[in-house]
């Protein structure tokens, strides 16, 4: 429910300063507008504040939630071709060719 919010505020304070931007151009000189384009931007940074907060929950997880997801590779039946799996590589993978190793 707070992603709501946050959206809802981001969409309002954003509409606020563009009407606020338009008006104060095209009256100039008041300062009335100005004041107003000043306070919407400063709430804009409010909000973009406050939806980058994590919640205390969120902060005092346990580092072990952050591991990387684990992966099972596994192949069944009859196989007539090169197969490669793998994890991370680093390099090329040449399949059904001999090539000699470069230096």
């Given at each position: 429910?707070?992603?709501?919010w ?11 300063v ?12 008041n300062?009335w507008?100005w004041?107003?384009?000043?306070v ?46 793998a994890?991370?590589i ?11 190793p470069?230096?």
């Amino acid at each position: 429910m707070r992603r709501w919010w946050a959206a809802l505020g981001v969409a309002v304070v954003t509409t606020g300063v563009g009407i606020a931007v338009n008006v104060a151009t095209d009256l100039g000189s008041n300062v009335w507008a100005w004041v107003a384009v000043a306070v919407l931007t400063l709430a804009a940074a409010g909000v973009a504040v406050w939806t980058t907060q994590t919640t205390p929950a969120a902060q005092a997880a346990p580092a072990a939630d952050k591991q990387a997801p684990q992966v099972r590779n596994s192949i069944s039946g009859n196989v007539t071709g090169s197969v490669v799996q793998a994890g991370h590589i680093e390099g090329d993978v040449r399949l059904g060719e001999r090539h000699e190793p470069q230096d």
